[in-house]
């Protein structure tokens, strides 16, 4: 639990301090995908596939939202921003832990939802999860991001209610990218 403050508390500071002090006088401009000394490794690039600005369609084809995925802290962390077509929003920020091995994901939604999910690749796959309570009881929550032969990426949130013995998909969207100034 204290670990979980701290790194809220961590990450909340990190988010509120103006861009200019977070990136040093010797830094890149801002927005410039620039990658600091501590993350160079090629274990912090491999959720890069996610990387852009996205249009969110469900299997059937209609748009259910955007996001957009861009590096932050000097190449540390992907930043989510999430806006979905009904106008809910929500962010995310991903990264690597090399103390643990793993990639986490805090997620904070704009009606107050929130997701702390861990895990890594699988195969090409990033997959990331975690526990949470609901008004149903304990849920494991399973995220699979997957990158497509066509520049695609699929995104699947699936849910346990009996400790993994049982999935269902609660989410399925098909990302595809947007060019800048596009539709």
């Known amino acids: 639990m204290r670990r979980s ?12 301090t103006p861009v200019a002090a977070q990136q040093g006088s010797g830094s890149q401009a801002a927005g410039s995908p620039s990658i600091g000394q ?9 959720f890069d596939f ?7 369609t469900n299997p059937d ?9 861009s590096r932050v802290a000097d190449g540390c962390g992907l930043l989510e921003e999430w806006r979905a077509a ?22 904070v939604g ?3 939802a929130r997701l702390w999910l861990e895990g890594g690749l699988e195969g090409d796959a990033m997959v990331l999860s975690g526990r949470r309570d ?3 009881g304990e849920v494991v929550d399973r995220i699979t991001w997957t990158p497509m032969d066509d520049g695609r990426v699929e995104q699947r949130w699936d849910q346990s209610f009996d400790d993994g ?3 269902t998909t609660g989410f399925r969207g098909l990302y595809e990218r947007v060019e800048a100034g596009g539709s």
Do not use: F
């Open 5 to 16: 403050i701290s790194l809220a508390l961590s990450i909340g500071l990190a988010l509120a």
């Open 38 to 46: 501590a993350c160079q490794a090629d274990v912090h690039r491999q």
């Open 50 to 56: 996610w990387l852009g600005e996205w249009k969110v």
């Open 61 to 69: 084809g209609q748009e259910i939202g955007r996001n957009t995925i």
């Open 86 to 107: 009904g106008g809910g929003t929500g962010n995310s920020l991903n990264t690597y832990d090399p103390a643990t091995g793993m990639w986490s994901q805090r997620w």
């Open 110 to 112: 704009g009606g107050g």
């Open 134 to 136: 609901t008004p149903k």
């Open 165 to 167: 013995e049982t999935w």
